[in-house]
């Protein structure tokens, strides 16, 4: 009897699915969820701001994302931040750099209405599971940007161009390793990335859970 009680206060709703779990993911899901991972990631790492993603931004990790933020399940952030930290220590990209790792903040009004930035959420999983300095507010988000969906690429750039103050907290002599949530156009990443550049820090490249672009061929 006692075993089943325990069993039962242990487990709790799967965020994905509301059935019974002790893991964070019901054993289904994270299998669903799975087979969205890249095998290929390291392709994506090239260009001015490198990216090195967990998975396609499709379907179950679509809903999942979407789940984690407008649902409030900040522990699918965690979860995937280690998912995204085993990605990373596989596709060896970073030769041993020195990093720190940075969020790409939310606008203070947006924060203040969800109650967490997912970014900072995954990221601060990331350090933990490879022992790396997280700094929250290096980059601080300047205004509110107009949802994204509805707009041109043109239209996204100059929306983006002054998204991005630099915060505090950085060291000059550690590369730079972003962390967002999704990548989709690479407009967001760069925009991160010329505030810090302007202010004289290096940055290595982005890492995401999901990457909403076409894999490269
Ligand atoms: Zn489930």
């Not at 009897?1 to 779990?21: D, E, T, Y």
């Not at 990790?61 to 220590?89: M, N, Q, S």
């Not at 890492?207 to 672009?213: D, E, F, R």
């Amino acid at each position: 009897m006692w075993r089943s009680l325990a069993a039962v206060l242990f487990q709790q709703p799967c965020p994905c699915c509301g059935r019974l779990s002790r893991q964070p993911l019901c054993p289904s899901c994270e299998r669903r969820l799975r087979t969205w991972e890249l095998r290929d990631r390291r392709s994506y790492w090239r260009g001015s701001v490198p990216l090195l993603p967990w998975g396609s931004y499709r379907q179950d990790l679509k809903r999942a994302i979407a789940t984690l933020k407008y649902h409030a399940h900040p522990e699918l952030g965690t979860l995937f931040g280690e998912w995204l930290a085993v990605a990373w220590l596989e596709s060896q990209v970073s030769h041993n750099l020195p990093l720190q790792v940075v969020p790409i903040p939310l606008h203070a009004d947006k924060l203040k209405a969800r109650g967490f930035n997912q970014a900072e959420i995954i990221a601060a999983s990331f350090c933990r599971a490879l022992e790396l300095p997280l700094v929250p507010h290096a980059l601080v988000r300047q205004r509110a940007t107009q949802s994204m969906f509805q707009l041109t690429v043109a239209e996204r750039v100059a929306n983006l161009e002054q998204a991005f103050v630099l915060g505090r907290g950085l060291r000059k002599q550690c590369w730079v390793l972003l962390c967002d949530d999704i990548y989709t156009t690479g407009t967001t990443a760069r925009a991160a990335a010329e505030t810090l550049r302007a202010a004289g820090h290096r940055v290595l490249g982005i890492v995401t859970v999901a990457v909403a672009l076409p894999e490269p061929h």
